[in-house]
């Protein structure tokens, strides 16, 4: 007997439901929250950089689904590349036979990686992270990882160890015995070496909470730091990586600089199966796989799958033959450069900074008397409504995904997939423009939603 599953009958038949499934059965706050800003909305279907709801009404997607859609939604060479493996019947995952598909990936990636040898795939950002820590340690004999203030490295408790922001470590102590120094501080980063027990040190390049760089210089220094005291620098490329900042990493902006280990993900899947990388140096994988008895020390159950495999390698195509990176450099350029000239005409805007398609807008203090006393306002009630105050306007009146880089932060970040063209560029810069003169001019609709974040905070109080 043949069973029957008709998913698209299942969706058409249950998909109302949506926010009222979710509400029961999985994170309760989730819809409440997107209830309470107007992101409740009910996207349909998807294509390249755009969300169509059931009018079809087009959104723009300046978010990319935290930096996963890369190469935006449904690109058709990816979504072949998945039909042909699964009509291909290979046996996948037998764990005892070593398939092609992981071994070619494996091999193309390491292409775009000088000074890297090996790779280990498993099944998201925070599992890079989590073998890249196990392996420093190993590799080193060394117990203790160094991470930067207001870093993002996941939410397991290993990557949680090395997460710089408080508010996501609150309740699940005791983590590991890590330690945090400042983004760009040498000195604070010889002080912990000098203790000798320090095997690695993890970084972002650009941090993803607040798109702040790591200063110039900073990275390479820091690396010969790190060796001189026989301890390893990773990168965590997670967000950065596979053309995001316009060079394939972010780490290679500057001149010189090789991490021992570094951290993939999210783009590499193509948006539609869940993969991390951690690549790394001959030497320290082979010190942890060291003999036939450690064959299986470190594993995933579905790492390297073969879908996983085959949307990496389709990814890796497509920005080679379309040129994803030089694309984003130009792209990332118009965007950056427009916003920067905003900064003259809007007090309320304090800064723009970031690399390729990865821009941080941040809202400062202005300085007349009349937004003064706004902005006081806001800020006393919860530090980042003002910055939410722009994403909902955004989407409710402009139809453009948004969102803001961090909790407490006055940052938009912008990471849009890496596809976006001029005319994307054109109609965001037209819709910010369009609430930014409403915020400056004291428009109601914005200033009147802004009183009820206010609410919404001293009721979460």
């Known amino acids: 007997m043949t069973s029957e599953f008709d998913l698209g009958a299942l969706i058409a038949e249950r998909g109302a439901e949506r926010y009222e499934l ?7 706050q989730l819809p409440r929250m ?8 009910v996207y349909e279907r998807a294509e390249g950089a755009h969300f169509f709801d059931a009018e079809g009404n087009d959104y723009l997607d300046m978010l990319a689904g935290f930096g996963v859609m890369g190469l935006g939604r449904h690109h058709p060479v990816v979504r072949k590349a998945l039909h042909d493996v699964l009509d291909l019947d290979l046996a996948d995952l037998t764990r005892f036979d070593c398939p092609p598909l992981p071994g070619l990936l494996a091999e193309r990636l390491l292409a775009h990686s000088p000074h890297l040898d090996r790779v280990f795939f498993g099944n998201s950002g925070t599992e890079a992270v989590e073998t890249a820590l196990k392996f420093a340690r190993y590799a080193t004999g060394r117990p203790r990882i160094l991470y930067c203030h207001h870093a993002f490295h996941g939410l397991t408790t290993g990557s949680l160890s090395v997460n710089g922001e408080q508010g996501f470590r609150d309740g699940f102590a005791p983590l590991l015995p890590d330690t945090a120094v400042p983004l760009g501080d040498l000195d604070s980063l010889a002080r912990e070496l000098k203790r000798g027990d ?26 010969d730091l790190l060796h001189r005291q026989g301890a390893l620098l990773i990168a965590d490329e997670v967000q950065t990586g596979l053309g995001r900042t316009g060079d394939f990493y972010a780490y290679q902006h500057e001149e010189g600089v090789e991490p021992d280990l570094l951290c993939v993900a999210k783009a590499l899947s193509g948006g539609y199966v869940p993969v991390g990388a951690t690549l790394g140096k001959d030497w ?12 299986l020390v470190h594993s995933a159950s579905f790492g390297s799958n073969a ?17 994803i990176v030089a694309h984003v450099r130009r792209t990332g350029e118009l965007l950056r450069s427009r916003l920067a000239a905003l900064t003259e005409k ?26 003064r006393s ?3 306002m806001l800020q006393a009630a919860r530090k980042g409504l003002f910055a939410q105050m722009v994403v909902v306007p955004l989407l409710q009146r402009h139809r453009i995904l948004t969102q803001v880089s961090g909790d407490h932060l006055e940052v938009i970040k912008l990471i849009p997939p890496l596809i976006v063209d001029a005319a994307d560029v054109d109609r965001f810069l037209d819709a910010f423009t369009a609430v930014m003169d ?10 009147d939603f802004g009183r009820t974040l206010i609410k919404q905070a001293v009721a979460n109080r």
């Open 346 to 371: 809007y007090e309320l805007i304090a800064d723009v900074r970031g690399r390729g398609l990865m821009i941080g807008i941040e809202f400062g203090r202005p300085s007349s008397l009349k937004l």
């Open 284 to 295: 320290i994988f082979k010190k942890v796989f060291s003999s036939m008895d450690r064959v």
């Open 198 to 223: 320090v095997a690695a040190l993890i970084v972002e390049p650009i941090q993803g909470k607040g798109v702040h760089e790591a200063p110039p210089g900073y990275l390479r220094a820091a690396q």
């Open 374 to 376: 706004r902005w006081t």
């Open 438 to 447: 409403d915020a400056h001019g004291g428009g109601s609709l914005m200033w």
């Open 22 to 28: 979710h509400s029961r059965y999985l994170n309760p």
């Open 307 to 323: 879908q996983a495999m085959a949307a990496g390698l389709a990814v890796l195509s497509v920005m080679e033959n379309e040129r």
């Open 34 to 41: 997107l209830h309470t800003i107007g992101f409740d909305r």
